[in-house]
Nanobody, 124 residues
């Protein structure tokens, strides 16, 4: 069992930055591929970014490429999402997820553990 706790969300103006953190506890964190998803009211959960267990493989959703960066610190059991040049359309609840393999896909069905989410609101 893996417990995931997100932090770092908040209210920011368009063009600003936020850094989300996801702290993991439980079983060996370094063996899990990790990802961030987001969900806005009335919309489906959307893939944002993913990172392999060792951190060498990265991938981003088209809407965040060039603005967001995912990283991880395995000794600290933490994954991060650095979000720059935020836009109002980035407003959503952001979820951290752990895959049941070394590198999850962009499908949320690959992810077996989920955090409770942290809200990001970008004002125009």
């Amino acid at each position: 069992q893996v417990q995931l706790i997100e932090s770092g969300g908040g209210l920011v103006q368009a063009g600003g930055s936020l850094r989300l953190s996801c702290a993991a506890s439980g079983r060996t964190f370094s063996g899990y591929g990790m990802a961030w998803f987001r969900q806005a009211p009335g919309k489906e959960r959307e893939f944002v970014a993913r990172i392999s267990s060792g951190g060498a493989n990265l991938d981003y959703g088209d809407s965040v490429k060039g603005r967001f960066a995912i990283s991880r610190n395995n000794p600290k059991n933490t994954v991060y999402l650095q979000m720059n040049n935020l836009k109002p359309e980035d407003t959503a609840a952001y979820y951290c997820a752990a895959a049941g393999l070394w590198y999850g896909s962009t499908r949320y069905s690959d992810y077996v553990y989920w955090g409770q989410g942290t809200q990001v609101t970008v004002s125009s």
